[in-house]
């Protein structure tokens, strides 16, 4: 049984820094797609990160150059390194699989299927 399970998200400041967690279980860990999603009060869920077997990573344009993705294969746990945060990062931080893909191939919320309950992240100006 997959599962997965956030933590490390709070409140900060405009400009603060978090790093997000997601440990996973119920797989072979490392041989997957991972990628991480948020979605805001009245939004749509929206994609963020991911990253692949081979740790190739890509971002949403919105987070370019101030999220880092990354995993550990040997803990089993995916990471966001978030910087330089603004208040329009706000919301709730989803971790997502899907463990038939050695390769991602969509940033699209469809072409996981797993997915962690979210951890909140609340960014003040």
């Known amino acids: 049984q997959v599962q997965l399970v956030e933590s490390g998200g709070g409140s900060v400041q405009a400009g603060g820094s978090l790093r997000l967690s997601c440990a996973a279980s119920?797989?072979?860990?490392?041989?997957?797609?991972m990628g991480w999603f948020r979605q805001a009060p009245g939004k749509e869920r929206e994609f963020v990160s991911r990253?692949?077997?081979?740790?190739?990573?890509h971002y949403a344009n919105s987070v370019w150059g101030r999220f880092t993705i990354s995993q550990d294969k040997d803990k089993g746990t995916l990471y966001l390194q978030m910087n330089s945060l603004k208040p329009e990062d706000t919301g709730l931080y989803y971790c997502?699989?899907?463990?038939?893909?050695?390769?991602?191939?969509?940033?699209?919320?469809?072409?996981?299927?797993?997915w962690g309950q979210g951890t909140q992240v609340t960014v003040s100006s």
């Open positions: 990253i692949d077997s081979e740790d190739s990573t």
């Open positions: 997502a699989a899907n463990p038939g893909l050695y390769r991602c191939y969509s940033s699209s919320p469809a072409a996981f299927n797993y």
């Open positions: 119920g797989y072979t860990f490392g041989r997957a797609c």
